[in-house]
Structures are given as C-alpha cells and as structure tokens.
C-alpha cells in the first residue's frame, strides 16, 4: 500500500538560511512523487514532480527535491529562505498501479520564515 | 482556460440538509477527483472518476455520493449533512499519468 510520512509538522527557518522538508514514502509500484504548497486560504500549486527521470528535480520558486529509492525519501530543499516561503508544503505519491491515479498526501509540513 | 472551478466557496448547513457541491474543468481531463482537507490530516481522497460514466471510492466515501455525466463537470453531492463533514473540500482534474490540478476549495460548516 502506499504512503506518506512528513517527519515534521512544523518547520522554522531564518530567512535566507536553508530549507529542508523532509519526506517519506511507501509504494509497491515505482512511484511517481510530488510536492505541493498551500498558501494560506489558497488552493495547492505544484511545486515538483518526479516520474523516473532525474532523481534531482528542480521546481518553481528555487525549490528543488532528490529521490533517493535506496532512502524511500524525497526531500524538498531551497538553498536560501524569502518570506514569501512561508506556507504548507504536501508530499505526494501517486500509484503508478492498477490504480493509476490516485494521490497519497502526507499530513503536511507548515513552513515559517523568521525575518 | 479557466482551470478548475468549485463553487460555492463557502457554505454553512445545519445538520440532516443536503446539498451539492460544485466542480467544473475546461481542460479536457480524464481524471477528476474530490478531497477533504482537516487539520493535521492532508487531504484525503472521497471520491474520483476515470471518466465520464466511471466513478470510484477513495479512502473517506461515506456520506458522499458522486457522478460524472460530463467530462467537464464532477459534482459532489452530500446526502444527509453531519458536523463531521465540516472540512475544506477541493476538486482536482489531471490527464493520465500526469499531476492534479486543484480548484480554490469549498469550505464548508455543519452546524
């Protein structure tokens, strides 16, 4: 069965210091994964996604994340905090079996950036 | 395009009402899906659809029912309304194989 662990609820940083999400996943099948955020009062936005190309996959905002099948992780790092990081990021696998489309969310992390 | 659509967005019912919430796509999609959102949890999946005619139930079905007339239009329809179904609740669209596009949401009191 697939899932999804968010190893941190909440996570503060400094800005301009690095981010690091941390995410892990269970899947039978090879999965495909992605990270959304949540601004809040907002939708969820795609930040990246990873589908067994590239195991370092590059997203909007600075953003970036490695697949490490060794791990099952895949973490969601950013070199330099901005304020405007500030939101709820979602770790996802999709099931890549027989139920091709399904979404597995991971309980999400909150992101706060200190001035 | 105007992406994924959900309407109302915001909606308070008193218990035992019922009532349909909206979700529309322009994007051709085969997949949509509908989700709830509760603190701590992330979303989990209600209900989703592989297309027009086909739906499926996700992990959290009860107290849901759904249909897919259209392509376009997946609405989520809440029979017998319970405070537990206060939540946010999002619609998402995706062609095959590829990621979810989601709506704004429908946040939704049950009193």
């Known amino acids: 069965a697939q899932s999804v662990t968010q190893l941190d609820s909440h996570v503060s940083v400094s800005e301009g210091t690095p981010v690091l999400l941390r995410c892990n996943y269970s899947s039978s099948y090879s999965p495909s994964l992605f990270w959304y955020v949540q601004h809040p009062n907002k939708g969820l936005q795609l930040l990246l996604k990873y589908t067994s190309a590239a195991t370092l996959v590059k997203g909007i905002n600075g953003f970036e994340a490695e697949f490490k099948k060794s791990e099952t992780s895949f973490h969601l790092t950013k070199p330099s905090a901005h304020m405007s990081d500030a939101a709820e990021y979602f770790c996802v696998v999709s099931d890549e079996g027989h139920n091709f489309n399904k979404f597995y969310f991971g309980s999400g992390t909150k992101l706060n950036v200190k001035p | 395009n105007a992406g994924v659509t959900q309407t109302p967005k915001f909606q308070v019912l008193k218990t035992g009402q019922s009532m349909t919430l909206q979700c529309a796509q322009d994007?051709?999609?085969?997949?949509m899906s509908w989700y709830r959102q509760d603190p701590g949890m992330g979303l989990r999946l209600i209900h989703y659809s592989v297309g027009a005619g086909i739906t499926d139930q996700g992990e959290v079905p009860n107290g849901y029912n759904v249909s897919r007339s259209t392509t376009e239009d997946f609405p989520l329809r809440l029979l017998s309304a319970a405070p537990s179904q206060t939540s946010v609740y999002f619609c998402?669209?995706?062609?095959?194989?590829?990621?979810?596009?989601f709506g704004p949401g429908t946040r939704l009191t049950v009193t």
């Open positions: 994007m051709n999609h085969e997949y």
């Open positions: 998402a669209s995706s062609p095959q194989g590829h990621e979810q596009y």
